[in-house]
């Protein structure tokens, strides 16, 4: 412990006596450092946005059409949607066995629709769903109910509103749940209503297809499909069992539908494990890339341990021959400038998370992205600059620790 101590005080000695060329090689490990620190917190918080985000459309969510693009027969140009009530009716009766936990109809007329009350009024996308929609969609109540089975079956005239058509048409009151809007000339009772949801990120790159979830009327499908005059339903929305079966089901799913219109109509189907296998794919890579651009920036760093080093042991190469005249072992010598490249590299990995901490909180304020740093970051980045400057300095350490004595003297 004693020869630990003594090579520790000689090791801060001599970084003392170089202050400036200290201070650059420290340099050098805290731009590393933070870079790494900052990609790895801002990647992480981006991961957690978009997943926030992507959740508002349910993480299980497979969604069935009809496709108006690839019948080569002709029958594109068929009205409807190619999807009526008894179909629904007909897959969830066999929802079980095809691997569905839940499934909703999704009726939504292409034109926005006006929804008043008094003198306010504003337009607003309806939504014609099932009962088990809002749990699909992880859509939350701030105040009344969701719909039930009576709802759906009696055709109730009863809407859920989303908090933008709170603003325009109920002046944003907080008391709405048992007030009565017009739509169509129809009333209908306010029953609950919807927390807001962000799609901020998503939106801003163009990826949920110009909905706004804050801006929804939403009724039993029943109802809507009365006031349309149709049975018609423009997709269903089913929530799978298991993540990895979303695909299989997709599949079945469109052959049912396809057996039920043989004549009819072609399917297609999009599943929300398809966006995130994307997703993975695209911030994986964003994330290697800015790995590998710190990585850089360490290995840089690290070239300047090394080469303070292999100058430190040159210039000191007098001092190593009289230490080891009087008695110092390799192993001394070897520890000292290995503890000089550790206290650098330390030194400059502490200060590059405490820089790069700072940074990220900078672009969180920029992008808005939470900041969340982990622990294995932290503790993975301290370790890889203490890995940088003992390699870093290995070399020169080991070069100083052979030299001999009589060698060493007599260099001038």
Known sequence: MNRFLDSLGQALDALADHKLRTALSVLGITIGIAAVMAVSTISKGGNHVIYSELETFGLNSVWVYRDRNTDDNGRSQRQGTGIVSEDFISLQAQQDSLGIHRMTPVVYPTERWQVSQARRSGNAQLLGVGQHYSGIVNDVLSAG????????RERRPVVLLAPAIVDRVLDGTTDAVGQTVRIAGRRFTVIGLLAGKSRDFLSSIGSVGGQNANDRVIMPYTTLQAMTGTKDIGNLQLEVQRFDEAARVAEQVKRLLK????????????????????????LGGVAIIGIVAASISLLVGGMGI??????SVLERT?????????GATERDILLQFLLEAGLISITGGLLGLLIGGLASVALAMLTGFPVMPSVISIVGALLVSVLVGILSGYLPARRAARMKPVDALNTQ
């Open 318 to 326: 007098r001092e190593i021959g009289v230490r080891k005249a009087i």
């Open 145 to 152: 109910r969701m719909f039930n089975s009576i709802d759906i």
């Open 306 to 311: 090394m080469n303070m080093m292999g100058t």
């Open 259 to 282: 057996q039920r219109h043989p004549d009819g109509y072609e399917y297609s189907s999009e599943t929300m494990a398809s966006y995130i296998v994307t997703t993975n794919r695209i």
